[in-house]
C-alpha cells in the first residue's frame, strides 16, 4: 500500500519556471522523506523534514511539512533541464514491529530547455 | 567510496525460474532494505534486514526471500517467477533502521518472459 500520494502525476514547465509537488499521507509520522530518480535508475535523497519542522531548505529546494492537514510539498525555484526527473515522498510506518520507509507514486517532471 | 552495489544490473528470465540479486551496502551501514519497483510506480517495500536480523518484510508472497550476510551484504531471491514479477529491484542500504535516510543502489531489473 501506498502511504503518500504526490500531486501532479506529471508536470511540465520551462526552464527557469519553479516546479511545485505535493504530497499527502494517511498516518501520524515523525518524518518526511523526498527523493529524486533519474530515468530507471535508483533513487537519490533529497531532503528530510522532522514532524515537529514547518519548512526546510536546501539549496533551490524548499519543503513544508503541515501535519495537521498530513500533506507536505517540494518547491524547485529556477528549475534547469537537469531537473527533469521522478520525484517521490517517503514517509515512516510502523506495522506490526515492522518499520519501512512507504513511497508515493511519484511526480514525473520535465523541465523544457 | 563505493555506493550501494547491485548485481546484476540486467537480466532475462522465463516463468518459473528462480532469481538470486545481490546487494552491497554502502561500508559502515548494517540496515539493508529491498524495494520493487514496477513501471510508472514508486517502490514498494519487500524486506529489510538490520545487523543479519529481518526487520520488516512487505506484502509479498513467500516465494520472495532475502537474507543478510555477516559482511552485512544481502541477497534477495524469487522463486516460481512470475510475469508480473518483471520489475526494477532496488536495494537500499542506512546506518540504522530503515526509518533514516536511504542511500540506493542503480537496481538491477529483472524482465520475465
Known amino acids: 500500500s501506498q502511504q503518500g500520494e504526490e500531486d501532479p502525476q506529471a508536470l511540465s514547465i520551462q526552464e527557469g519556471e519553479n516546479a511545485t509537488m505535493n504530497c499527502s499521507y494517511k498516518?501520524?509520522?515523525?518524518?518526511l522523506q523526498w527523493y529524486r530518480q533519474n530515468s530507471g535508475r535508483g533513487l537519490v535523497h533529497l531532503i528530510l523534514?522532522?514532524?515537529?519542522?514547518r519548512e526546510k531548505h536546501s539549496g533551490r529546494l524548499r519543503v513544508t511539512l503541515d501535519t495537521s492537514k498530513k500533506s507536505s510539498s517540494l518547491l524547485i525555484t529556477a528549475s534547469r533541464a537537469a531537473d527533469t526527473a521522478s520525484y517521490f515522498c517517503a514517509t515512516d510506518a510502523r506495522q506490526g514491529g515492522s518499520e519501512k520507509l512507504v513511497f508515493g507514486k511519484g511526480t514525473k517532471l520535465t523541465v523544457n530547455p | 567510496d563505493a555506493g550501494v552495489t547491485q548485481s546484476p544490473t540486467h537480466l532475462i528470465k522465463t516463468r518459473g525460474q528462480h532469481v538470486t540479486l545481490r546487494c552491497s551496502p554502502i561500508?559502515?551501514?548494517?540496515?539493508v532494505s529491498w524495494y520493487q519497483q514496477v513501471l510508472g510506480q514508486g517502490p514498494q517495500f519487500i524486506f529489510q534486514?538490520?545487523?543479519?536480523?529481518?526487520?520488516g518484510r512487505g506484502n509479498f508472497p513467500d516465494r520472495f526471500s532475502a537474507r543478510q550476510f555477516p559482511n552485512y551484504s544481502s541477497e534477495l531471491n524469487v522463486n516460481a517467477l512470475l510475469l508480473g514479477d518483471s520489475a526494477l529491484y532496488l536495494c537500499?542500504?542506512?546506518?540504522?533502521?530503515?526509518?533514516?535516510?536511504?542511500?540506493f543502489g542503480a537496481g538491477s531489473r529483472l524482465t520475465v518472459l
Open positions: 561500508s559502515g551501514h548494517k540496515s
Open positions: 537500499a542500504s542506512s546506518l540504522f533502521g530503515s526509518l533514516n535516510v536511504l542511500t
Open positions: 523534514i522532522r514532524s515537529n519542522e
Open positions: 498516518t501520524s509520522i515523525n518524518n
Open positions: 534486514y538490520y545487523e543479519k536480523e529481518e526487520r
